[in-house]
């Protein structure tokens, strides 16, 4: 009897074995399949993106006809402050180092107002209010993360335009019908807010009840204990919030193009005036799906990834260090 039952229990461990092999190489398959995506984006991008400024396209001359187009000098499209499209297959100054300092600034800034607001949010909805409030208020905020960035887009462009332009008469300022920087930090603040917040609140309802009641115990107030204890007990959450946001305000391109005005050269620090963003730069003025003027977006793509790259990792670097300070 002994030995039958040893061996049923020896097959059901080897059964048990089996499904456990089969599910790790299921979750190493997907885990694969998805890092493939990311290496061939990385891959193509890369590749196009360097042809500008390996190889000659062809043009054309209304005085000479078919001509070649030298290679772009990679030193000047970095650091030129203009853009400017010729003719379709004629030559054109492709420089994006005014659009790279104004997508930093525009992102900066939005930053700026998104990240308080959406961390009193997260705390509001994970500590102070009635869970019916709460409950509401996470539903909304699921639903604004949800929203498609052109509804975002159309929004701004009707009416968060106006009300810059409204407050430019105030300043007797003239603007662009309101498409300005302002407008575009805007667009900004309302897109990143829902993925900062839900990210926050969800690091902040994490944080162990006895922590907070073990405060509350030391005389300290729901308030003190909430910014002092909460927060901070929640932060590593909060900045893996922050660089969602972050990258999500980076990489946005047709609600901030519907908004900024694309300007095609100069630095902008007024609010008031048009800017434009490395995504709006991309998405407008494709004229054809191949050539220098196709094959240059995806340069202009690949200056963006090397961004987004360096920022996440910065962030995370700040990330560390601020929790090592608390240590």
Same mark, same amino acid.
């Given at each position: 009897?002994? #030995?039958?039952?040893?061996?049923? @229990?020896?097959?059901?461990?080897?059964?048990?074995?089996?499904? *456990?092999?089969?599910?790790?190489?299921? #979750?190493?398959?997907?885990?694969?399949?998805?890092?493939?995506?990311?290496?061939?984006?990385?891959?193509?991008?890369?590749?196009?993106?360097?042809?500008?400024?390996?190889?000659?396209? !062809?043009?054309?001359?209304?005085? /000479?006809?078919?001509?070649? &187009?030298?290679?772009?000098?990679?030193? !000047? #499209?970095?650091?030129? +402050?203009?853009?400017?499209? =010729?003719?379709?297959?004629?030559?054109?100054?492709? =420089?994006?180092?005014?659009?790279?300092?104004?997508?930093?600034?525009?992102?900066?800034?939005?930053?700026?107002? @998104?990240?308080?607001?959406?961390?009193?949010?997260?705390?509001?909805?994970? %500590?102070?209010?009635?869970?019916?409030?709460?409950?509401?208020?996470?539903?909304?905020?699921?639903?604004?993360?949800?929203?498609?960035?052109?509804?975002?887009?159309?929004?701004?462009? =009707?009416?968060?335009?106006?009300?810059?332009?409204?407050?430019?008469?105030?300043?007797?300022?003239?603007?662009?019908?309101? &498409?300005? &920087?302002?407008?575009?930090?805007?667009?900004? #603040?309302?897109?990143?807010?829902?993925?900062?917040?839900?990210?926050?609140? /969800?690091?902040?309802?994490?944080?162990?009840?006895?922590?907070?009641?073990?405060?509350?115990?030391?005389?300290?107030?729901?308030?003190?204990?909430?910014? %002092?204890?909460?927060?901070?007990?929640? %932060?590593?959450?909060?900045?893996?919030?922050?660089?969602?946001?972050?990258?999500?305000?980076?990489? !946005?391109?047709?609600?901030?193009?519907?908004?900024? =005005? +694309?300007?095609?050269?100069?630095?902008?620090? +007024?609010?008031?005036?048009?800017?434009?963003?490395?995504?709006?730069?991309? &998405?407008?003025?494709? %004229? !054809? /799906?191949?050539?220098?003027?196709? *094959?240059?977006?995806?340069?202009?793509?690949?200056?963006?990834?090397?961004?987004?790259?360096? /920022? +996440?990792?910065?962030?995370?670097?700040?990330?560390?260090?601020?929790?090592?300070?608390?240590?």
């Amino acid at each position: 009897m002994g #030995f039958v039952q040893s061996y049923i @229990t020896k097959k059901s461990v080897r059964k048990k074995n089996r499904i *456990d092999k089969l599910f790790v190489s299921l #979750f190493s398959f997907a885990s694969l399949f998805s890092a493939s995506f990311v290496i061939i984006i990385v891959i193509i991008v890369g590749l196009k993106g360097l042809t500008p400024f390996l190889l000659s396209y !062809e043009g054309f001359n209304n005085v /000479t006809g078919v001509v070649s &187009l030298e290679p772009v000098n990679p030193i !000047e #499209f970095i650091l030129a +402050n203009q853009w400017l499209e =010729g003719p379709v297959g004629a030559s054109s100054y492709y =420089g994006i180092g005014y659009a790279i300092v104004n997508t930093i600034i525009a992102v900066f800034l939005s930053m700026i107002l @998104t990240v308080p607001v959406a961390v009193l949010t997260a705390l509001l909805i994970a %500590k102070v209010a009635p869970k019916k409030l709460s409950n509401f208020l996470r539903t909304v905020v699921e639903l604004l993360a949800s929203i498609p960035s052109i509804i975002y887009g159309v929004i701004g462009l =009707g009416v968060i335009t106006n009300i810059v332009s409204w407050i430019g008469g105030l300043f007797n300022i003239q603007t662009a019908a309101g &498409l300005s &920087l302002l407008s575009t930090v805007l667009v900004l #603040f309302m897109m990143t807010l829902p993925t900062i917040t839900a990210v926050a609140e /969800t690091s902040i309802r994490a944080v162990k009840n006895d922590i907070v009641e073990g405060s509350l115990a030391l005389s300290a107030t729901p308030m003190q204990t909430y910014f %002092k204890v909460v927060l901070l007990s929640a %932060k590593s959450g909060i900045f893996a919030g922050v660089i969602l946001g972050v990258g999500r305000a980076l990489g !946005e391109a047709t609600a901030v193009s519907m908004v900024s =005005g +694309n300007a095609f050269k100069g630095v902008t620090i +007024n609010l008031l005036e048009t800017t434009t963003t490395l995504t709006s730069r991309m &998405l407008l003025g494709i %004229k !054809e /799906t191949s050539g220098i003027d196709y *094959d240059i977006r995806f340069s202009v793509g690949l200056v963006l990834m090397i961004i987004i790259l360096f /920022t +996440n990792i910065t962030l995370k670097y700040l990330m560390k260090k601020i929790g090592n300070l608390d240590e």
